[in-house]
């Protein structure tokens, strides 16, 4: 069974920094847009980011610049980069892959790692 493999999540103060990385099979790394999501207690599962497999990157507007993604094509491995970190980014992130040039909602994306913890402390 094909499988996303995310880490790197933990806990960190505010105003640190975190680099998650997401493992992907080569078939889908090379033909599907893979995004970012995360899900904290009691809420949804929101999107954060996203990259086509051309590498043109998408973020939530809100984010003001805080996230960065990118993918290592050699390694078959995405990023997400969090800088600034807030208490409120604190949730389960997971790495997800769509056959779409790019999508927003979860419910287009049809390959799901477990996801990664992170934790910001104030």
């Known amino acids: 069974q094909e499988q996303l493999v995310e880490s790197g999540g933990g806990l960190v103060q505010a105003g640190g920094s975190l680099r998650l990385s997401c493992a992907a099979p080569g078939r889908i790394f090379k033909n599907y847009a893979l995004g970012w999501f995360r899900q904290a207690p009691g809420k949804e599962r929101e999107f954060v980011a996203a990259?086509?497999?051309?590498?043109?990157?998408y973020y939530i507007n809100s984010e003001g610049g805080r996230f960065t993604i990118s993918r290592d094509n050699a390694k078959n491995t995405v990023y997400l980069q969090i800088d600034s970190l807030k208490p409120e980014d604190t949730a389960t992130y997971y790495c997800?892959?769509?056959?779409?040039?790019?999508?927003?909602?979860?419910?287009?994306?049809?390959?799901w790692g477990q996801g990664t913890q992170v934790t910001v402390s104030s």
């Open positions: 990259i086509t497999w051309g590498g043109d990157p």
């Open positions: 997800a892959a769509t056959a779409s040039s790019m999508a927003v909602s979860a419910s287009r994306y049809d390959y």
